[in-house]
């Protein structure tokens, strides 16, 4: 699938270029005021918090939704799960947050408010991870020392969001992140946040998963890449880390689930693009090679007809953090957890037409459109994951 402004136009009702969505449907304004005025100046850590901070129940959600054919998730059809695998969403986590997370078999963490609210719906039913999630602060005084001014975590004093849920016998802790490799600051105390949530649940599977860039035109918004291989793409910020073009392995995913979540994503692909050719899909990574995986950068990259970042041939998607898991299982070595990043694609490959700046705006009104749909494609392929657990 290749993307631009035509299609912006078909599948969202509006040219993100000529016909620029209203201000107040921007939660970096500067955004808003650069799309109808090329002198304001715009960084691409605002394309990243725009992303991470877009909320399609929001007051700016609303006024997205009004000024665009996208649809929100009181749209969402609930999932015909398979007897006896339904997520029970469990009681309110003991304390106020800033203690220990509970132990759990399986640890799944996002990271976007959108993913949140597609995350929570698909697998803690009854329960929203922005309205009702405890937060967690346990020790946010120390690792917040290591953070900007500014950043996500820092504004909303906490380090995410977090509550229970069960699939057949597995227990299951699910955390939003407030953290971010590209928002919180050179020290990166991103690597602190998974440290100290794998310690505290000692799960046997860990999952990163959200939304990501498709690179090359095979996949469609909704498609799913499962992958236990992560590697940094890193040629900015983080260009003169150890770590800056490094990959990590695990695993390889457990399959037995997967077609049967392939049939529960029909209950709601209605709601992904009209220009989509054909259902969802699910790839499955094998732990060898690198020429498949989940791609980290350190800068707003995505994938375009002319291979403007440099993407193809790295991976299968880009996103902006899950690497980091590879780096911190790393170094716990043995006693690191086996892990999986799943990730779906909420933007495909852009064309290349206009500036740099008008592609960014498409990808962005992409992901704005359809971040949160696509990621009920990924929340049920973890359900899947879990569910094959033994």
Known sequence: MLADRKWVQRNLGFDPITTPPPRDTFTVKRLADAAVKRSVKVSPEDF??????????SPAGREFMAFS?????????????PKGLAPQTGPKPKGNGNSPLPR???????WTVDEGHALSRVLTPGKDSRN???PYTHNFTTISKKMRNGCPAMELKRLGTYWTTTIGKKKVVIFKSDSHMSQDGPQLPNIDVWRQIIQEVQPSL?????????????????????SPIVRFDCLSKFKKQPFAQE????????????AEAKTLFKANAGQLPKDNTRPPKIFVVKPSGLSSSVVTTDFFGFDTSDDHFHLQGLGDVSEMGDAIL??????MGAKAPRWLAIRNVSDPQI???GMLKQQEQVAAQIYKGFGRWSSVCSAITCWASIAAEK
Not at 48 to 57: G, P
Not at 69 to 81: E, K, M, N, V, Y
């Open 351 to 353: 064309k290349a037409e």
């Open 206 to 226: 860990v999952i990163t998963t959200g939304t990501a860039g498709g690179i090359g035109k095979q996949v469609e918004v909704g498609d799913v890449i499962v």
């Open 132 to 134: 009702d999630y405890l």
């Open 247 to 258: 990959h990590f392995s695990s695993k390889a995913a457990r399959r037995t689930r997967f």
């Open 104 to 110: 759990g078999d399986v640890l799944v963490v996002t």
């Open 48 to 57: 990243q918090r725009e992303i991470i901070d877009f909320d399609s129940e």
């Open 69 to 81: 054919t996208a649809t929100g998730l009181s749209r969402f059809t609930d999932i015909p799960w």
């Open 326 to 331: 590879g780096l911190v299982a790393k170094d």
